[in-house]
């Protein structure tokens, strides 16, 4: 009865290595969460996350901006 309890406890220290192991060779590689999703300010070169920034749609493709400042001067450029 012993004995078997010391093999179970064997079997189970040797599934948590392996499942250990097995799960730290891709430990770090997370996608990050929508939220903190970084965009490119195509005026400043400012990358800003997609949340705080401000958005402006131009024939299907959508811009991010910094600032409303960045914005209007992208609207300014895209006029001239
Ligand atoms: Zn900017």
Not at 26 to 48: I, K, M
Not at 50 to 61: A, P, W
Not at 71 to 80: E, H, I, R, Y
């Amino acid at each position: 009865m012993i004995r078997l309890a010391i093999i179970a406890a064997l079997i189970y220290i040797i599934f948590r290595l392996l499942t250990r192991s097995g799960s730290s060779k891709q430990g770090h590689v997370s996608p990050p969460p929508p939220d903190d999703l970084l965009v490119e300010d195509p005026v400043c070169h400012t990358y800003v996350p997609q949340k705080d920034s401000e958005s402006l749609r131009v024939n299907g493709t959508t811009y991010y901006f910094c600032s409303k400042e960045c914005l209007q001067k992208f609207k300014t450029n895209q006029g001239a």
